[in-house]
Structures are given as structure tokens and as C-alpha cells.
């Protein structure tokens, strides 16, 4: 009996085709792509694979975006292979890293290609689950470093959400990786009906009405919208005919319609509490005695590990009185073990209902009857956005639970802000395709750097999906410019007069009228201001440009020493001529993006204002050798600067004997209508050719400008790593060149356990929304080393933005009292009672403090450094913090 026959035989079930095409293709050597609604059962292919691996006696990993999704999915396969098999690797735990199957974080997986683990070696399989997740802006690079870097012979089963270009990122695999299959199912094992949920204030009642009807956008929806819907009209003085349903009467008529349980999405955790509130308030009660029983016996074998003095802190006896009438809220504020004492409750069908934010749309196994999505805009952190359709489809995508409902219910609650069709365009969209986040960072160049040539890096960085995506582009952007210098043929031959240039009556005409000369003729070809930012964006330090001189039919060259992005959005450019004179620009000095012909190596250490690199630049210009210039694109030579009346007199005589000439010309119209449409047209090509170029260098063009910074800062010697570089490389964080910076400017030395675990907290904290937390600094010592700490990075984000790369993220001492007191040994309650932080943002922040500490070990640094570091992590990793650590049985916690 075959692997899949075995593996069919044992499953109990019939496999439904996409699993049955995506087994096969294993079966055949193939990666996969998976991508399928929520709840169809992706995860079968997974333990497939599993179990082929095992049978070779080799090894899989099954890797996640999220610990607590890691730490469900170790639980699932501990159940179905058995513990001894199974291991698990997330920033807080370490069980059995040497199993055969074994989960983990993305992020541990990525670490582990840069290090040259060894166990990779005997890897047939890996499992990357929620691989859709490559377009967070803030993590998703690392799905993309795993599949470029992972070792050739292991092949990837990635599970992903339905995509609308799933075909083009399998594509994509297969060209990095090797043959790929992208299997895609579109059908949901379970139906689902969208609906539209309105308060109707005359009955005090609910309407609920299909937001389609037979496949097509229900006509019905338009009578809830418009004058008299949601307020008082001057002429009736009438009140609004609907309302946005409250709350507690959507969960008392969901009881009664027999759609419980439900997830209700509210984008605020206030929000999801107050929920909550209210149905107490309102005396809902939707469990039976013996329901009530179960939850509190789940709940009280989740909180063992939390001492009385803790669960009071927490507010324990209040939520659980909530969670034992059936109602729950689920957010980041929460500690990890209530939240899986939710999870649980409503796996079980005992909590029915569940106000959660949209952190619960993301792999937890929460299946639901039913959703509500309370609003269809939530908070960023900066403002107030709109649901894209991949998020709204993700949401509705728990309604419907497999083997239970026949159909899944998602209702959106009606807002006056809000018209009906758009809450159809939502439920209806079928296209929201992934995308790429990818950009090199700090720790991802020095990686490069230590394991490759210098082409092999840049090559590496040319395969990512990003680039990829831009490539695909490039091809449309060629056609479209093809068709665009087609039009331009045709247009030159219609503004040609025989008896004079129309270019330059319009040329004259307009410098006339602006009473302004150019020292030079405007350009045959000009470009927008948005082209012309967008190249100046792309400029660094080194950049040879091609400019117009004083002599129209002569170039000259310049070039870039600096550039920076000023308050108010515009781009400053200083330049550097073969005379070495130092020249300022701004964008509104350029009629036309400037073209970069060349580029001079730009040496360490970087001063672009320094008197030797300006005579470093020069020389290199003159000794530049070019390509033939006479095809480049003309620019201005300077600002444009006002002429006097004598030069506008001129010209003025100019353009009446040109006009005169060519005014008898019976086309004469007809040549300046083509000649006005060939401007804009010369403006469409000059961003058509700004887009090519821009997609086909921004990656590699952006690595280099990350190693000049390097190079710079002490981390490069030419193509190998210094220690510092070295240091970096091992460091794996989002602030990672600012804490290697820090680190070696001695500003975690001679700290106290305390005083470390709290400086640690101005690189991992980051402040929810606009109002930040503290500083509340409790040592001296430890006001001083912040201060510093801000002007290592001010300077670094200010090298940033003349290297126009994405600046370094302030560091935050919100934490830095929390932190500092927490390690001291004072209670959950003490430290809680210094702020306004949920328990469970402060449990997140220490651990965040606790894995940075512990990455401290592997960096090659002074003993003393590494002993206080491994003290934090003693100091912190106690009580609540340690509590939300444990994951089912045989818990080791790695301190090393």
C-alpha cells in the first residue's frame, strides 16, 4: 500500500479533489501551492507531507506567522503523531528542537538558513502555512528570504488564503525553487450567504436582507441609503427611518434565529470590552448550567500556573463570570491563557459569542456558525482605512463550520457612513492579489555579505517576488511605450510646418508670456513633477548625471554628493561638477527626471559634505568614461532665473517673425493642436521610461545604498564583515543596525540587570496610536544612555534619508519603567498600576524585552554583557510572563 493510500485510508473521509491534485503532485517530487478558502482543509496536504517525510525517516517543518498559531498547530500534531515526534521553536519555547516534525515561527526558520543549521540537513519538507502573510509591510520579507535561501533539495508546501494571482506567485516559486503546482479551489466546503443588517427605529426591530440575489448585487440595498436614512430631514423634521443595530439586540436575534456561535468583529479592544459589558448589563445568558460547568473547569486548568494575587490583578472573577454566560471578547489585551481559554470554550461550542478585533481572522482554529462585522473601516495606528476585499474575505471566511452547518452567515451592520453598495462591492470581490513587501534590510545585507559573492547577493535579491512582480510589469510598461512612441511618429509629422518650427513658437510663445528665458532651449522632452520626484528618489550618493550646459549642443556631467526629503515632501540634490564646485537643487529645478549615466564607488567613511569627498567626486568625474551622451535625455542646467526686458524684447521679435512665417501655413492649427498633444504625449514616455527603469533597479539599487551605510558605520571591509558586522549579521530585529550601534558605543555597559532589561524596551516597544507612553526614566544613568540612544539614531535616520532608504523606527522609552520595575521583582498588579497598559500588552513587551536579551548570547560580546543579559531574561521570565509561555506538557524554557 502506497504513502497516499495509507494516508487516505487512515484520514476516515473522502478527500475532496484540490487535496487529492495537491497529495499527487507531492507524490511526484512537486512544491506546492495551496491556496483555498478558510476551513477547506489546507492543512490535510500539510500532514500528507508530514507523513510521506516520516515514512523516508526524514524531517519536516511546519512554520507560521504567529507563536500562538505555532503553539495550537505543535498541540494538533503532538495528538496525532505523538509527543516524542513532535518539537516546537517560537521565541518563547524550545520543546524537542532535535523531533522529526517540527513547528515553528517563520522567523526561527529564517534565522536558522542564515546560520547554516545543521539540521537542515536532513529536511525533506517545509510547511509554510499562511504563506499570503509575505505582504505584511512589516514581516513579510522573511517568507521570501526562506524560499529563495532554503536548501534546493527541500521542497515547500505553502498554504495560502485564495488569492486572485495565485498562478503568477506559484510562477514564481517554480522559477526559484523548481517545478511548482499551484493547486487553487475557489468553493467553500461550507456556503456562504452574505447579509446586511439594519435597525429599523419604527418597529424597534431587525431587517436582515441577502446582499445578493441570484448573483447579482440585491436592488433592495439602495432603499438604505440616501436623504430620511440615517437623519432628520429640514422639511419633514422626521427622524431617520434606520439605525446601526445595537450590540445586545444582534446577539438576543441571532439566538433566536438560531445563528450562534458567532464572531463579531469590533476594530478596538475598548470596543470588544465594552461589548461584553453591555450584554451583562442587559442580563444576556446564552449557556446551560452544566455549559457553565465546563468553562470554568477549562478555565481553571489554564490559570494554574497564575497566583491568586496575579488572577486578581487580572480582573480574573469578572471575565469569567462574562465567559460563563456564553460572552467573550478576544484581543491583543488579553494574556495569552485567557485567550486560550476562550479559544477552547468556543472550539467547544460553549462560548457563543465572541467580540473579537481582526487579529482573530489570522490561522486560529475559531470556526464560527456565523460573523458579524460591526464597521467596515478600522484604525491603522495613524487613521481610519477601509477593509480591502483579501480582509474582508478573510474575516467572513469563519463563518461556517465543516461537518456542522450546512451554511455560513456574514452580516454587516448597517452605518450612515457607508452606502450599500459598497458593502456589496466587498462581499462580491472576487480579486485581491498578493503582493510583495520584500526590501533589503541591515541584517539581510550582512547576511548576503557573509555568504555570498558580491553577484551572487545581488543575483539572490533578483529573485525575490518583488522584483519578480516588477519584471512582469516591465514586460506591459514596454509594450505600452512601444505604443506610445508609435503615437509620437505620428504626431511629429502633423506639427511639422515647412515654413517653421512650431516647437519653438510654442517654446517662444511661453517664455514670452512668463516674461522668463531659459539660459538654455526647454527641453525637446519634459516630464512631470511627479516623475521628476520619483527619479530624485531613486538618486544616491555617487550617481553620475547627465545635464544640459550652456551650450545646447554640449552636455555636461555632475555628480549627486547628497540628497535628503525636506519637511514639506520636496527632494534637495547637491551636486558635485568636474571644477568641483558644489551646486543645490530641488525638484522644481528640473524640467526632466535626471538620467543617471554612471556611477562612482562611494568610499568609507561617508561625509558628503567633507572637502575631500567633494574632491574625491571631481577627480572621479573626470577620469568617468561615459557612454555616447547624445541620446540622453536634455536637462536644465540651473534654475531657470529671470531674464531682463532686454531678453524678453528678443525674443519677443523672435516669435513675431517665426509667427509671421509659418501663420500662412494653411494648417497652421492643425500643426499647433498636434504639437500641444506631442508635449503631453513627450510627458506620458518620459513616465513610462521613469517606471521601467525604477522597476528594474529600485531592489539592487537599494542594497547598495544599505551597504554604504554599513560600510560607513564601521560593518563592511570591502565585500567581507567586520566584527561589529559580524555582530549584525546574528541579530535578528527589526532596529538591528540601532542595537549593534548602541552596543558598541558602550551603552549597555556596566548596567544593572534592571537598568539592561529597561534600555532593552526603547528598541522592542513600540506605542499603540498617537499617544505614546511615558518616559518615566527610574536611574540617571539610565536617562543619559537613552539620550545618547536618540542621537545615535538621529544620525543614523539622518544618513537615511539622504540614501533615500526607509528610515530606522524611533526608539520608544514607553516601556522603559515597566521593564525596569518588572525586573526588579515587583508584582503584576504594582507594575500595571503605573499605567494605562492592558495586562496582555505588557506580557507581549516582555517578552519582546526577554528574546531580544537572549539574542545578546550569540553576538560575541564582552561576558559581562552576555551574564547580565541572560540575568534579564531570569528577572523577566517570571509569574504572568511566564505563564503565557507554557504550551501543552514537557515545557522547556531556553535561556541559553
Known amino acids: 500500500m502506497s504513502v497516499q493510500e495509507d494516508f487516505v485510508r487512515r484520514i476516515g473521509f473522502e478527500l475532496d479533489e484540490f487535496q487529492n491534485k495537491a497529495i499527487a503532485a507531492l507524490e511526484h517530487g512537486k512544491s506546492v501551492l495551496v491556496a483555498a478558502p478558510t476551513g477547506s482543509g489546507k492543512t490535510i496536504v500539510a500532514r500528507f507531507a508530514v507523513e510521506r517525510a516520516l515514512s523516508h525517516d526524514r524531517r519536516v517543518f511546519y512554520t507560521t506567522p504567529l507563536k500562538a498559531l505555532s503553539n495550537q498547530k505543535y498541540l494538533e500534531f503532538s495528538e496525532f503523531y505523538g509527543t516524542d515526534q513532535v518539537g516546537l521553536l517560537t521565541g518563547d519555547n524550545v520543546i524537542r528542537p532535535d523531533a522529526k516534525v517540527v513547528v515553528m515561527t517563520t522567523e526561527v526558520l529564517r534565522n536558522m538558513i542564515y546560520s547554516s543549521s545543521r539540521d537542515l540537513s536532513e529536511l525533506e519538507y517545509v510547511v509554510l502555512d499562511e504563506v499570503h502573510y509575505l505582504q505584511n509591510p512589516y514581516r513579510g520579507a522573511v517568507w521570501e528570504e526562506v ?153 481553571e486548568s489554564k490559570v494554574q500556573a497564575l497566583s491568586d494575587e496575579d488572577l486578581r490583578a487580572l480582573g480574573y472573577s469578572e471575565w469569567l463570570e462574562a465567559l460563563e454566560s456564553g460572552i467573550a471578547s478576544h484581543h491583543a489585551g488579553l494574556v495569552p491563557p485567557f485567550k486560550e481559554i476562550v479559544e477552547a470554550c468556543f472550539a467547544r461550542s460553549l462560548a457563543k459569542v465572541v467580540f473579537a478585533t481582526e487579529t482573530l481572522s489570522l490561522g486560529i482554529n475559531m470556526p464560527a456558525r456565523s460573523v458579524v462585522i460591526e464597521k467596515l473601516t478600522k484604525f491603522n495606528g495613524d487613521r481610519h482605512e477601509q477593509l480591502s476585499p483579501g480582509e474582508y474575505t478573510q474575516l467572513a471566511g469563519r463563518a461556517g463550520r465543516r461537518g456542522i452547518d450546512d451554511v455560513g452567515y456574514c452580516a454587516v451592520l448597517w452605518s450612515p457612513l457607508v452606502p450599500f453598495s459598497q458593502v456589496a462591492s466587498l462581499a462580491t470581490n472576487r480579486s485581491y492579489p498578493l503582493s510583495s513587501s520584500f526590501r533589503p534590510t541591515y541584517n539581510m545585507a550582512a547576511n548576503l555579505v557573509q555568504g555570498f559573492t558580491p553577484e551572487t547577493a545581488h543575483h539572490l535579491l533578483n529573485l525575490s517576488f518583488a522584483q519578480y512582480r516588477s519584471d512582469a510589469e516591465i514586460v506591459h510598461l514596454e509594450a505600452e511605450l512601444s505604443k506610445l512612441n508609435n503615437q509620437r511618429m505620428i504626431l511629429e509629422s502633423k506639427a511639422s510646418c515647412e515654413l517653421g518650427s512650431i516647437a519653438r513658437y510654442l517654446e517662444l510663445t511661453q517664455a514670452v508670456r512668463m516674461g522668463v528665458a531659459n539660459r538654455m532651449p526647454v527641453p525637446k522632452r519634459a516630464g512631470t513633477s511627479r516623475d521628476v520626484l520619483s527619479t530624485l528618489e531613486q538618486l544616491s550618493p555617487g550617481d553620475v548625471l547627465a545635464l544640459e550646459s550652456e551650450d545646447p549642443s554640449q552636455m555636461t556631467r555632475a555628480a549627486v554628493a547628497w540628497t535628503s526629503r525636506r519637511k514639506n515632501g520636496r527632494i534637495a540634490v547637491g551636486l558635485v561638477d568636474t571644477m568641483g564646485f558644489r551646486h543645490h537643487f530641488s525638484g522644481t529645478d528640473f524640467s526632466y527626471p535626471p538620467e543617471s549615466v554612471a556611477r562612482i564607488p562611494v568610499k568609507a567613511p561617508f561625509d558628503p559634505h567633507s572637502q575631500d569627498f567633494t574632491d574625491y567626486l571631481a577627480r572621479s568625474l573626470k577620469e568617468c568614461d561615459l557612454p555616447d551622451l547624445a541620446m540622453s535625455e536634455p536637462l536644465m542646467a540651473s534654475a531657470p532665473s529671470r531674464t531682463s526686458i532686454r531678453e524678453v524684447t528678443v525674443k519677443r521679435r523672435e ?16 500643426h499647433v493642436t498636434a504639437a500641444k498633444q506631442l508635449i503631453r504625449l513627450e510627458s506620458r514616455i518620459s513616465g513610462t521610461k521613469t517606471r521601467i527603469k525604477s522597476n528594474s533597479e529600485s531592489l539592487a539599487r537599494q542594497f547598495d545604498r544599505v551597504l554604504a551605510i554599513l560600510s560607513g558605520r564601521g560593518m563592511l571591509d570591502g565585500w567581507h564583515l567586520t566584527p561589529s558586522g559580524l555582530r549584525l549579521a546574528r541579530l535578528y530585529h527589526e532596529c538591528d543596525l540601532l542595537v549593534i550601534l548602541a552596543l558598541e558605543k558602550g551603552i549597555f555597559d556596566g548596567l544593572a540587570v534592571p537598568e539592561f532589561a529597561a534600555m532593552l524596551s526603547v528598541f522592542t516597544f513600540e506605542s499603540r496610536g498617537p499617544v505614546r507612553y511615558g518616559p518615566v526614566f527610574p536611574t540617571q544613568r539610565l536617562s543619559t544612555r537613552y539620550a545618547e540612544v536618540s542621537r545615535i539614531w538621529g544620525d543614523l535616520v539622518t544618513e537615511e534619508a539622504a540614501m533615500s532608504i526607509p528610515l530606522t523606527r524611533e526608539t520608544d522609552p514607553g516601556f522603559i519603567e515597566m521593564a525596569y520595575e518588572w525586573a526588579t521583582g515587583r508584582e503584576l498588579s504594582q507594575v500595571l498600576v503605573q499605567s494605562q497598559m492592558s495586562a496582555g500588552d505588557f506580557v507581549r513587551n516582555a517578552k519582546q524585552v526577554i528574546d531580544l536579551a537572549r539574542q545578546f548570547v550569540n553576538l560575541d560580546v564582552d561576558q559581562e554583557i552576555v551574564s547580565t543579559a541572560l540575568g534579564v531574561v531570569d528577572a523577566t521570565l517570571r509569574g504572568v510572563v511566564e505563564a503565557s509561555s507554557i504550551v501543552g506538557i514537557d515545557l522547556e524554557i531556553d535561556a541559553d
Not at 168 to 197: D, M
Not at 243 to 255: G, W
Not at 655 to 670: H, K, Q, T, V
Request: net charge negative; charged share 25%.
Open 147 to 299: 524560499i529563495i535561501h532554503l536548501p534546493p533539495e527541500v521542497d515547500l508546501v505553502c498554504l495560502s488564503a485564495t488569492v486572485s494571482n495565485a498562478e503568477e506567485f506559484a510562477e514564481w516559486i517554480g522559477t526559484v525553487r523548481g517545478s511548482t503546482e499551484a493547486i487553487i479551489e475557489e468553493k467553500r466546503p461550507v456556503e456562504l450567504h452574505h447579509f446586511y443588517l439594519v435597525g429599523e427605529r419604527r418597529s424597534d426591530s431587525l431587517l436582515m436582507i441577502p446582499t445578493e440575489v441570484d448573483g447579482r448585487v440585491n436592488p433592495e440595498g439602495s432603499r438604505f441609503d440616501g436623504p430620511g436614512a440615517s437623519g432628520y430631514s429640514p422639511r419633514s423634521k422626521r427622524r431617520a427611518r434606520y439605525s446601526s443595530p445595537r450590540r445586545v439586540d444582534v446577539v438576543e436575534e441571532f439566538q433566536e434565529w438560531g445563528l450562534l456561535p458567532a464572531i463579531y468583529f469590533i476594530f478596538s479592544r475598548n470596543g470588544c470590552d465594552e461589548a461584553v459589558r453591555q450584554c451583562l448589563y442587559a442580563g444576556v445568558r446564552l449557556t446551560s448550567p452544566t455549559e457553565r460547568s465546563m468553562i470554568r473547569e477549562i478555565a
Open 655 to 670: 516669435l513675431e517673425l517665426l509667427e509671421r512665417a509659418i501663420s500662412g501655413c494653411p494648417y497652421f492649427n492643425d
